[in-house]
């Protein structure tokens, strides 16, 4: 089983290991990994042990063994199809955001109640009536829902994707959600990064 | 040594906790948190041990034990002044956030380039222009930036905020940046928590 700190690290040895291969390089040393990544080179040797490659000393890991690996870990072959649910501040922010950095993910299209924002277009991306998501989900086969929306209307948002079909819901607002058990949410917090890095900081202080 | 992975869900205990203070509860079960928070209550035992609560069985954990020492982890008396730069749509976002659920952080001004935002003021928070983030920074002892800054002044913004004397970075950015050693950046990154999310969904599906 792989640790979710190293399945976050994943993509950016992907990314990495992507740029090596257009470079025509075949094989990386965990200390290379470091220097450009900012990951301490232990912690890599770790990571890439779970992949199964122990890599060799003096010759260090192959890149593509590596990156086909990662490929099938990350399943960057299947696209997957993301809805965004609220398009404010956040939402814009959110559907600018360079996502296809990475081929799998795309948001296909947002939601939102607000009449000013239905029938335009962010970055390409359609903004549709929230009256029409259940629709719009079964229709396209959509997996995963960001929720953006107000705290206010963060559960009900949550019984509307989960009703529609979608089965993975990255959650920003400060609510936690009631979902069925086979339906998976992960939250993100800027709360509680920012109160780790305190940690740490204060941490290091101390010693 | 507390593991990222526990430091992260240590905000969460925290406020589930200051509401059980609130109701006057003295004892509570793993279970209970765990129905409360949808955490797997073995996971919440570990977490507690890491404090050095052991709890008993039957009785629970001592709320107020527990929430002495988080306030004590979480350096919840000390105030730490952030900063936030680039106020577009995802800076507005963050200004808008309520962050004061955590006494702890405080956005105490924002900065930016463009003329038209100077001046102005997002729920309270001052919108400054980038010249005066150097001399605001050392006047008012802040410690940590939250960067939100277009990619291509990532880099340079980090320069600044660290020639500041900031010590902690909340990086918004796609960018990986270079800092001195004894500052401490972390990268919050909606790709990869999509694509963790999807390696979750994925594995599910093919068990
Ligand atoms: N987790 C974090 O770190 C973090 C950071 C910033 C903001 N937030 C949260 O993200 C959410 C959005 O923040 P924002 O600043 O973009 O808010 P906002 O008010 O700018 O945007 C909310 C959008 O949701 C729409 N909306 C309202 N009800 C809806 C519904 N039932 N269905 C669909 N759309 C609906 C509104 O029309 C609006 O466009 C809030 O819950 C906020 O607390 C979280
Ligand atoms: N990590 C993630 O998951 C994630 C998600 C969304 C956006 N982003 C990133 O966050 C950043 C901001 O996104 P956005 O949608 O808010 O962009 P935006 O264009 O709406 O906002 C950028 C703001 O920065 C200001 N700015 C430009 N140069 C500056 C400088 N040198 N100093 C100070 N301010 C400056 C602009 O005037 C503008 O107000 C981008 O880098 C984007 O890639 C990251």
């Known amino acids: 089983r792989l640790p979710v700190v190293t399945a976050r690290r994943l993509p950016l040895y992907y990314r990495y290991l992507q740029t090596l291969v257009a470079l025509g390089k075949q094989r990386v040393s965990s200390a290379e990994v470091s220097a450009a990544l900012h990951i301490d080179s232990a912690t890599i040797r770790r990571d890439f042990s779970y992949l199964g490659e122990l890599g060799r000393k003096g010759y260090g890991y192959n890149v593509d063994y590596l990156l086909r690996f990662l490929q099938d870990f990350l399943k ?3 696209i997957v199809k993301v809805i965004l649910v609220g398009v404010g501040n956040l939402g814009t922010a959110l559907c600018r955001y360079d996502f296809y950095r990475s081929k799998q993910m795309n948001i296909v299209a947002a ?4 009449p000013l924002k239905l029938g335009q277009e962010i970055e ?5 009536a929230v009256k029409d998501l259940e629709s719009f989900v079964k229709r396209e086969g959509v997996e995963i829902a960001i929720l953006a929306v ?5 559960q009900v948002t949550a019984d509307l994707v989960v009703r529609a079909g979608v089965l993975g819901i990255l959650n920003f607002t400060p609510r936690t959600l009631s979902v069925p058990p086979d339906v998976r949410v992960h939250h993100i917090d800027v709360t509680t990064e920012l109160q780790i ?3 740490y900081l204060k941490r290091g202080q101390r010693q």
């Open 197 to 199: 890095l305190v940690y």
């Open 111 to 114: 939601f939102d109640v607000d």
């Open 150 to 154: 107000p705290a206010s209307s963060a």
């Open 76 to 78: 960057q072959d299947e």
């Open 124 to 128: 390409g991306i359609p903004v549709h």
